[in-house]
């Protein structure tokens, strides 16, 4: 990553004894030496991300934030193991060098990878970048075909098969994320049974059983720079499991907010899909199923249910934030953001 996307300060709340990680560090990784600064990446609403700066390499550490965190969330061990597994086969994938799982050390499990130089692209583009709508269209296209490649990889071969709990993802999914619901709904928190009980009574059959990312958006890939625009690399693997493609495509979409979306859809964008030329999300769905062999004939059930899981990890965010475990000012307002989605889940009812 670039001067287009540099870490800030550490924030006060996600601070760590430096000394004991890079002594740590220096006992596991070859060729260090000492660490001469730690900075912060932006955001933190769900795993924490810092960069390491030594005399001649870069780093990049990732752990979980404090408080309470869903079950599954924040497993390093398993996103660490994810990421060797599939770096040989998909290579933007990071490669990551050292496990920690040592509290002693930092309070929690950790481990750290190789910098992945390039952009990434946030809200909007960084400033000097264009993107001519031929451009805009090319680049989106191209960064899904990259999802498209993951979802054809076999996992056995590669060692995760037992990645996941496979055949029966949809059904699991749906209950599991109307339970998040449940755990993380406060006082002010919109009702939602109307659009749990329309998920569970319209879920379909899982279409395949693959790897899938379940968070791939702009702000989680890597581009070579800003004027080929090749992906290379794909960041966040926390959330990586066996499951079934569409509902992996559906939470993505679930964040492409287009041109013509209404206000507060544009307040919720963090990527810069409204660009002209950026295909609407329709597009995207039926190039994805093209090339996947796959119909969108249920996509109705998809679309609802990413927009629904994407209201669950943003009141579970404003939860963390009620209860005094971040204080990110940003997250003050996800509580309005979870009720608009509901209202915009009932839309898609219909």
């Known amino acids: 990553m670039t001067a287009l996307d540099e870490p800030g300060a550490l924030r006060e709340e996600d601070a760590f004894d430096t000394d004991a990680v890079g002594a740590w560090l220096e006992s596991h990784v070859d060729g260090l030496g000492e660490l001469l600064e730690v900075r912060q990446y932006p955001g933190g609403a769900s795993n924490l991300t810092y960069l390491l700066r030594y005399a001649d390499r870069e780093l990049v550490l990732r752990r979980p934030p404090a408080g309470r965190k869903a079950k599954s969330a924040h497993d390093m061990r398993r996103e660490y193991r994810v990421q060797r597994a599939l770096r040989p086969v998909y290579p933007y994938v990071p490669n990551v060098l050292a496990l920690c799982d040592d509290p002693a050390v930092l309070g929690s499990d950790f481990y750290v990878m190789e910098r992945i130089e390039g952009v990434i692209l946030r ?25 498209i490649e993951l979802h054809r990889l076999d996992p056995e071969p590669i060692g995760l098969a037992d990645l996941g709990k496979g055949a029966g993802y949809v059904e699991r999914q749906v209950l599991g994320w109307n339970e998040r619901y449940t755990r993380a709904r406060t006082d002010d928190a919109p009702d939602c049974a109307d659009v749990m009980a329309w998920l569970a009574a319209n879920r379909p059959d899982d279409v395949r059983i693959c790897v899938i990312h379940n968070d791939f958006r702009f702000d989680n890939v890597v581009l070579d720079g800003t004027s080929t625009l090749d992906v290379v690399g794909v960041l966040d693997w926390e959330m990586a499991t066996l499951g079934d493609p569409l509902m992996d495509l559906a939470g993505s979409m679930a964040y492409w907010i287009q041109a013509d979306d209404d206000e507060t859809a544009q307040l919720l964008r963090r990527q810069p899909t409204h660009l002209p030329g950026m295909p609407t999300r329709a597009e995207l769905v039926d190039h994805y199923c093209a090339e996947m062999g796959l119909s969108a004939a249920n996509w109705a059930f998809y679309e609802v249910f990413g927009r629904f899981r994407l209201l669950v990890i943003m009141q579970q965010i404003y939860y963390r934030y009620r209860a005094g475990q971040t204080s990110n000012p940003a997250f003050a307002h996800f509580g309005r953001f979870a009720a608009y989605l509901a209202d915009r889940c009932r839309a898609g009812i219909g």
């Open 123 to 147: 809200g909007d583009l960084p400033a000097g970048m264009t993107l001519s709508p031929r451009d805009a269209r090319s680049l989106a296209f191209r960064t899904f075909d990259r999802l």
